[in-house]
T-cell receptor, first 120, second 111 residues
Framework: DTEVTQTPKHLVMGMTNKKSLKCEQHMGHRAMYWYKQKAKKPPELMFVYSYEKLSINESVPSRFSPECPNSSLLNLHLHALQPEDSALYLCASSMRPGLAGEGRRGDTQYFGPGTRLTVL | KQEVTQIPAALSVPEGENLVLNCSFTDSAIYNLQWFRQDPGKGLTSLLL?????REQTSGRLNASLDKSSGRSTLYIAASQPGDSATYLC??????????FGTGTRLLVSP
C-alpha cells in the first residue's frame, strides 16, 4: 500500500478564518512533506518533517503553521491567508529523510491527491 | 541555484508512437532524480526513481536514463496509449530530500 490521504479535498476560506489541512500515511515512512502548487506551475517545497521534527522550512510565511503529531500524521494550520495563497496543497512521504547519516540517497516520495484551497 | 527545465513543454502524438521526454538540470550535484505524472487537478504519481550512481531504470513501458555529468535525464515511453495523457514532471533531489521540480511536459495521446 503506497497511499497518502489528504483531507479535505476542497476548502474555501475567508482571510480571517482559521482552518487545517490533514495528511495521513500508514506506510511507516519517517519523512513527510508539504508542497504548494499554483495553477500550471510545478510543486514547490514548503516544509519537511524528519522523524517527526521540522527539518526544513523554505522561508514560508508564518500564516502557514505545520504540525506533526505522530509519525503517521501531518497537519498544516492556516490563519489569515491571502487570496494569492489559493493553490493545490500536496502532502508527500518517503521512507527515510535522506539525512547525512543515511547516505543522503533519499527514497521515492509518494504524494497524496492534494487539497484545493481557495481564499476569498 | 538548481534550475530544472523540461522540453518540450507540450507534446501531441497518435496512439502507438514511441516518445521521449527531456529533463535538464543546471547543477550536477544531485542525489537522485524522480519522474512523476500528474493528471489534471490531481496529485503526483511516482513513475521511476534513479539514484545518482545509476544510469537507467525501467518499469513496464517506461525507461528513464540519467547522465549526471551533463545534467540530463530522458523518459522514454514505448507504444503510447491515450491513458498516458498527463503532465510529466521530473524532479531532482538536491539533498535532504529537497526536490526541485521541472517545468513539466504536457502529453496528449490521441486514439
Amino acid at each position: 500500500d503506497t497511499e497518502v490521504t489528504q483531507t479535505p479535498k476542497h476548502l474555501v476560506m475567508g482571510m480571517t478564518n482559521k482552518k487545517s489541512l490533514k495528511c495521513e500515511q500508514h506506510m511507516g515512512h519517517r519523512a513527510m512533506y508539504w508542497y504548494k502548487q499554483k495553477a500550471k506551475k510545478p510543486p514547490e517545497l514548503m516544509f519537511v518533517y524528519s522523524y517527526e521534527k521540522l527539518s526544513i522550512n523554505e522561508s514560508v510565511p508564518s500564516r502557514f503553521s505545520p504540525e506533526c503529531p505522530n509519525s503517521s500524521l501531518l497537519n498544516l494550520h492556516l490563519h489569515a491567508l491571502q487570496p494569492e495563497d489559493s493553490a493545490l496543497y500536496l502532502c508527500a512521504s518517503s521512507m527515510r529523510p535522506g539525512l547525512a547519516g543515511e547516505g543522503r540517497r533519499g527514497d521515492t516520495q509518494y504524494f497524496g491527491p492534494g487539497t484545493r484551497l481557495t481564499v476569498l | 541555484k538548481q534550475e530544472v527545465t523540461q522540453i518540450p513543454a507540450a507534446l501531441s502524438v497518435p496512439e502507438g508512437e514511441n516518445l521521449v521526454l527531456n529533463c535538464s538540470f543546471t547543477d550536477s550535484a544531485i542525489y537522485n532524480l524522480q519522474w512523476f505524472r500528474q493528471d489534471p487537478g490531481k496529485g503526483l504519481t511516482s513513475l521511476l526513481l534513479i539514484q545518482s550512481s545509476q544510469r537507467e531504470q525501467t518499469s513496464g513501458r517506461l525507461n528513464a536514463s540519467l547522465d549526471k555529468s551533463s545534467g540530463r535525464s530522458t523518459l522514454y515511453i514505448a507504444a503510447s496509449q491515450p491513458g498516458d495523457s498527463a503532465t510529466y514532471l521530473c524532479a531532482v533531489n538536491t539533498g535532504f530530500q529537497k526536490l526541485v521540480f521541472g517545468t513539466g511536459t504536457r502529453l496528449l495521446v490521441s486514439p
